[in-house]
């Protein structure tokens, strides 16, 4: 009787798992968060990004060309993340309640804006003042002048230009959301009542809604 050697089973070698470039970008960027959260853009290293995104340092090279480009989509990201906040909120209104999605753009912005004000403040040094005419700022000014153009086509409130309306919303806002960053001890919710009467006042909607 022949005998057959004992050989080792072959196992075959375990396919590598290659995530979506997306998903790497976003891994990427997130890593990047934490750490500029944590320690600041200048005190962290394109090495400390990578080892917390568990990637290699080439795969970083290969989407950003340097850390300023890293931020560049971080400020789109961040953008894109602020958009979706307001659209949700904006969302749990009616179709056609006109006053009730301006009074949730408004509250949502702020709330949205003092929650992430950290990472704005990151992803976008000097905002104000390096690019005045920013596709970020004119994609938050179009959400609110829909909202400001229906309400006046279906006569919720009379506005002979909804733009410039829409910049005075959006600056008064956001410069006013800059006071409860300062001062966290601010009643939140009053501060955002008063808001919501004067941005009312400013249109001419029906203030006990606010």
């Not at 009074?103 to 912005?109: K, N, T």
Request: glycine residues 4%.
């Amino acid at each position: 009787m022949r005998y057959k050697k004992n050989r080792p089973e072959f196992t075959p070698p375990k396919a590598r798992c290659v995530k979506p470039a997306e998903v790497r970008l976003n891994e990427l960027m997130s890593a990047a968060e934490q750490l500029f959260l944590a320690k600041g853009v200048d005190s962290t290293t394109i090495n400390e990004i990578v080892e917390l995104a568990q990637v290699a340092k080439g795969t970083f090279y290969h989407y950003f060309a340097s850390k300023n480009e890293l931020l560049a989509a971080m400020g789109e990201r961040y953008t894109a993340q602020f958009l979706k906040r307001l659209e949700d909120k904006i969302d749990t209104c009616k179709a056609d309640d006109w006053q009730g999605r301006l009074c949730a753009w408004i509250q949502e912005s702020i709330d949205a804006y003092a929650d992430t004000y950290r990472l704005h403040d990151i992803v976008y040094t000097n905002h104000h003042h390096h690019n005045r005419t920013n596709r970020e700022k004119n994609a938050i000014l179009e959400q609110l002048q829909v909202i400001l153009e229906n309400g006046t086509r279906v006569g919720v409130w009379q506005i002979a230009e909804p733009r410039i309306t829409s910049l005075m919303i959006y600056a008064g806002v956001h410069g006013a959301t800059d006071d409860i960053i300062a001062y966290p001890e601010t009643d939140r919710e009053h501060f955002i009542r008063v808001v919501l009467a004067d941005c009312l006042r400013m249109v001419g909607g029906s203030e006990h809604q606010a």
